[in-house]
């Protein structure tokens, strides 16, 4: 049977925050599906999720009527969106009905069809590439390097990639520390003259403050991936602010960690701040 009448979407073309997204399906009654349909929406949802955040620098989810889930290209001049209109439990598997505009780098038509999870994050992954692709070409003499920044800084963190990195989160003791250092990211970016008429410094901070709302449901490699993403852009903002930002405001945000986990030991605290500092630095500065 088609599954899509217990989904309410309001406004056409609403915008709504990433917070909302987390929340839009927690409402619905996971016993109104067959318990492998229910088992497998949940595991989509939660990839859906830590995708969003990890490419939050160029895509967001807005609110369509009719449209189980829709996201689209953060750049408004564009209609570029990845749709999944319903999905069906007819098989063992999910068969999702899913249209993506664009759908190769030769034609920006939107493609339709019924696939299962396996060709929806074949199709997701190819659309958030396109888009990547595309927002490396300019015809001015000004280019965007936040994704070179963003390689650059993932390469000089000091990774210890164990059996755990691509499939567990890091302890909770680090997710406070990460997640403290973030809200300090989005309140010393608010504090720039122009952050009200800079959009830019806007999405900065509102990715921020989102990645720190969802660090318990991310893998290692997907924090670490998220993190340099956000420093990437951050530094195309500014080589003084990116200072800063990995420097004093670590600081600062060191002082309000130490506060609330002290009561854990020196050897978590030290162990927290230590990883933290590595993450927030950049060495080709010293």
Not at 128 to 147: A, G, P, Q
Not at 208 to 216: D, L, Q, T, Y
Not at 225 to 251: H, Q, R, S
Request: hydrophobic share 40%.
């Amino acid at each position: 049977m088609l599954i899509g009448a217990f989904f309410n979407v309001y406004k056409i073309g609403c915008r709504f925050s990433f917070r909302n997204f987390l929340f839009l399906f927690e409402k619905m009654n996971p016993k109104h599906l067959p318990l492998n349909a229910a088992i497998e929406w949940q595991d989509t949802l939660n990839w859906l999720r830590n995708e969003i955040v990890n490419n939050a620098d160029i895509i967001e989810p807005i609110e369509i009527n009719d449209i189980l889930l829709a996201i689209r290209d953060k750049e408004k001049t564009t209609d570029f969106s990845f749709l999944i209109r319903k999905f069906s439990s007819t098989s063992p598997k999910l068969i999702y009905n899913v249209s993506v505009r664009p759908y190769s780098s030769g034609s920006l038509t939107t493609h339709t069809g019924d696939m299962p999870i396996e060709g929806l994050s074949t199709y997701f992954n190819n659309w958030i590439n396109l888009i990547r692709k595309f927002n490396l070409v300019s015809f001015s003499e000004t280019k965007d390097f936040s994704e070179h920044y963003a390689q650059e800084i993932f390469s000089d963190f000091e990774i210890i990639e164990d059996e755990t990195f691509d499939t567990q989160p890091y302890s909770d003791d680090v997710q406070e520390v990460l997640h403290e250092y973030l809200l300090a990211i989005s309140e010393r970016i608010q504090q720039e003259p122009d952050y009200g008429s800079n959009m830019e410094l806007q999405e900065i901070s509102n990715v921020s403050e989102a990645f720190a709302e969802n660090i318990p449901n991310m893998t290692k490699r997907q924090i670490l991936n998220a993190v340099a993403k956000l420093l990437g852009k951050i530094k195309t903002k500014g080589v003084k602010l990116f200072k800063e930002i990995t420097n004093e405001v670590w600081k600062n945000a060191k002082s309000k960690i130490a506060g609330f986990i002290a009561d854990k030991g020196p050897a978590l605290i030290g162990q927290a701040l230590d990883w933290l500092h590595s993450i927030s630095r950049n060495p080709r500065q010293h």
